[in-house]
């Protein structure tokens, strides 16, 4: 199951309990990081101070959550979130994607 929140106090919170607060907030960012059993892309814009985000739940054990977490994204329109921020988000899920297949064809392998 993935979500979208869009609290900016709520996600600083949760950026800062899970250590990933950006150290720089004069730029725009994509934060990409996992929690417990789920992956997280966060999205800073630092000219409205917004963070945005997007979150899919348990993607190590099922296996369509990372794709519905990049279309989510994709899928995602608005005027302030820059294509080079969504760039980077896709880039960060698939570098996820290809890391956790080959994660999972070593254990299978051996």
């Known amino acids: 199951m993935q979500y979208r929140k869009e609290n900016t106090t709520d996600i600083y919170?949760?950026?800062?309990?899970?250590?990933?607060?950006?150290?720089?907030?004069?730029?725009?960012?994509?934060?990409?990081?996992?929690?417990?059993?789920?992956?997280?892309?966060?999205?800073?814009?630092?000219?409205?101070?917004?963070?945005l985000l997007f979150n899919a739940e348990n993607y190590l054990q099922i296996?369509?959550?990372?794709p519905d977490l990049l279309n989510q994204i994709i899928d995602y329109s608005q005027e302030d979130l820059h294509a080079f921020l969504i760039d980077e988000a896709i880039k960060c899920i698939e570098n996820k994607m290809h890391s956790k297949n080959n994660f999972r064809f070593y254990f299978d392998a051996h």
């Not at 994509?30 to 963070?51: G, S, T």
């Not at 296996?63 to 990372?66: K, Q, R, Y």
């Open 13 to 51: 919170f949760f950026l800062e309990k899970c250590e990933q607060l950006p150290l720089d907030f004069s730029m725009d960012k994509v934060i990409a990081f996992e929690h417990e059993d789920d992956f997280y892309i966060v999205f800073y814009i630092a000219q409205k101070k917004k963070f």
């Open 63 to 66: 296996p369509d959550a990372l």
